[in-house]
């Protein structure tokens, strides 16, 4: 499995910004899948999860959405009313979708198996 994430840049606080983050190398809606942020000198933290027949979404950061299209194995986050505090490096991350119990665990990065490279959103004021 491979992860593209893609549509980061530098953006206005109060802007709006769409990721996306392109599968490869499986079957996709078997993977629920997950974005996440790294803020520079910060942990990584959960953006949210959305399951693999998209019908379900954990833990989505508001005012985020995420959404996925199983015909294009492309998944997406879209970012509303940014602030600088947004901003960070932006990874998407696939888990096979398998009865997970807590879904708390969907916030924890060992939940998930593959991980893209990482896009960077910068929000200035």
């Known amino acids: 499995v491979q992860l593209q994430a893609s549509g980061g840049g530098p953006v206005q606080a109060g802007d709006s910004l769409r990721l996306s983050c392109r599968f490869s190398?499986?079957?996709?809606?078997?993977?629920?899948m997950a974005w996440f942020r790294q803020a520079q000198g910060k942990e990584r933290e959960h953006v949210g999860t959305?399951?693999?027949?998209?019908e379900s979404t954990y833990y989505v950061h508001y005012p985020f959405d995420i959404s996925r299209d199983n015909a294009k194995n492309t998944m997406f986050l879209q970012m509303n009313e940014l602030k600088p505090e947004d901003t960070a490096v932006y990874y998407c991350a696939a888990r096979l979708s398998i009865f997970v119990g807590d879904y708390g665990r969907l916030k924890k990065e060992n939940e998930y198996e593959h991980w893209g490279q990482g896009t960077q959103v910068t929000v200035s004021s």
């Open positions: 959305i399951s693999g027949n998209g």
């Open positions: 190398g499986g079957t996709f809606s078997n993977y629920d």
